[in-house]
């Protein structure tokens, strides 16, 4: 498994399409998948749109209007907000792999989603194949 480190701000989505791209190659499979974790809280991993970066700012502006910072949240840290987005991002995505390669369409791309940075981060690549 390769473990990657990324320094993040407040809050935002950070494509690691590249790195995880790079991973599938040094591994030498051809045919499997390609599992990306997140070991964080309030953070995630999503697939989405690479090619216009407004998506990754409608994501974030839609996610902060469903999960406003509340002073009702009994969370202790005052993060709740960035905990309920995580949870409903997600903590990982699978990817297939074919001719060496992930599979992802056209405009997808992989990133890292931050809810509550700045933050020193990891992320997990695990690749699993022939």
Sequence with gaps: ??????????EGLYNITGTVRAAVLESGVQSGICLVYCPH????ITINENADPDV????????????????GYR???GNSAAHLKASLI????????ERGEVTLGTWQG???????????????VKILGN
């Excluded at 992989?110 to 997990?124: H, I, L």
């Design 41 to 44: 809280t309030t953070a995630a």
């Design 110 to 124: 992989v990133y890292f989603c931050e809810f509550d940075g700045p933050r020193d981060r990891k992320f997990f």
């Design 75 to 77: 969370h202790a840290e």
């Design 56 to 71: 990754k700012s409608d994501l974030c502006l839609a996610l902060d209007h469903f999960f406003p910072d509340l002073a």
């Design 90 to 97: 997600g903590e990982s995505v699978l990817i297939p792999i």
């Design 1 to 10: 498994m390769n473990v990657f480190s990324i320094r993040t701000e407040r």
